[in-house]
């Protein structure tokens, strides 16, 4: 939803963190028309990033897409979009944020674990890896997105994506949840 009318007001350029080989790109534009002018990068870890650039070529002709391991291509971007990938980065949102010369206009989280009161850390199984993965506080995540300078739009609950934290003390109150930010 929030992609679309994105795109309806005019922003053209995406700068997705973690974002594999292109999987939201391509499931977007089945879904949305994908303006003129469009440029979509992903940014991920280098053989991620090699083996997308390799996909695109086949998959991606039109050259909207691309990749890139250089976080600071983040800067100047309309839209940063996280989907799944933050509890993952070493960095909290607030201090890739306070790295870019000029911040985004517009910022869409989705699949983001969060926990009512409390930031932790746990071990996420990714089938044949287990990974750090960070639950932040909700209140914590939507401080630190107000003191970025972004004013809330938008939030969601994702309903259909349960989480469970085996033995961890209300590991059973953390879900997944998204939102759509904008800098004032």
């Given at each position: 939803?929030?992609?679309?009318?994105?795109?309806?007001?005019?922003?053209?350029?995406?700068?997705?963190?973690?974002?594999?080989?292109?999987i939201?790109?391509?499931?977007?534009?089945?879904?949305?028309?994908?303006p003129?002018?469009?440029?979509?990068?992903?940014?991920?870890?280098?053989p991620?990033?090699?083996?997308?650039?390799?996909?695109?070529?086949?998959?991606?002709?039109?050259?909207m897409l691309?990749?890139?391991?250089?976080?600071?291509?983040?800067?100047?971007?309309?839209?940063?979009?996280?989907?799944?990938?933050?509890?993952?980065?070493?960095?909290?949102?607030?201090?890739?944020?306070?790295?870019l010369?000029?911040?985004?206009?517009r910022?869409?989280?989705?699949?983001?674990?969060?926990?009512?009161s409390?930031?932790f850390?746990?071990?996420?199984?990714?089938?044949?890896?287990?990974?750090?993965y960070?639950?932040?506080?909700?209140?914590?995540?939507?401080?630190?997105?107000?003191?970025?300078g972004?004013?809330?739009?938008d939030?969601?609950?994702?309903?259909?994506?349960?989480?469970q934290?085996?033995?961890?003390?209300?590991?059973?109150?953390?879900?997944?949840?998204?939102?759509?930010?904008?800098l004032?």
């Open positions: 939803f929030w992609l679309g009318r994105s795109f309806d007001i005019g922003l053209r350029t995406v700068f997705e963190l973690g974002g594999h080989v292109g939201k790109y391509y499931a977007f534009r089945r879904v949305l028309p994908l003129d002018g469009l440029r979509w990068t992903v940014w991920d870890l280098p991620v990033v090699e083996r997308g650039t390799e996909l695109a070529t086949l998959r991606a002709p039109e050259g691309r990749f890139t391991t250089e976080l600071g291509e983040a800067s100047g971007n309309d839209i940063l979009l996280a989907s799944g990938s933050l509890p993952y980065f070493p960095e909290r949102l607030s201090e890739i944020l306070e790295a010369p000029v911040k985004p206009r910022i869409l989280l989705n699949a983001i674990a969060v926990h009512p409390e930031t850390y746990t071990v996420n199984s990714l089938t044949m890896a287990f990974r750090a960070r639950i932040q506080s909700w209140d914590e995540l939507q401080d630190e997105l107000e003191a970025a972004y004013m809330r739009r939030v969601w609950r994702n309903e259909g994506q349960p989480i934290v085996p033995f961890e003390r209300d590991g059973d109150q953390v879900y997944y949840v998204g939102g759509c930010y904008d004032r």
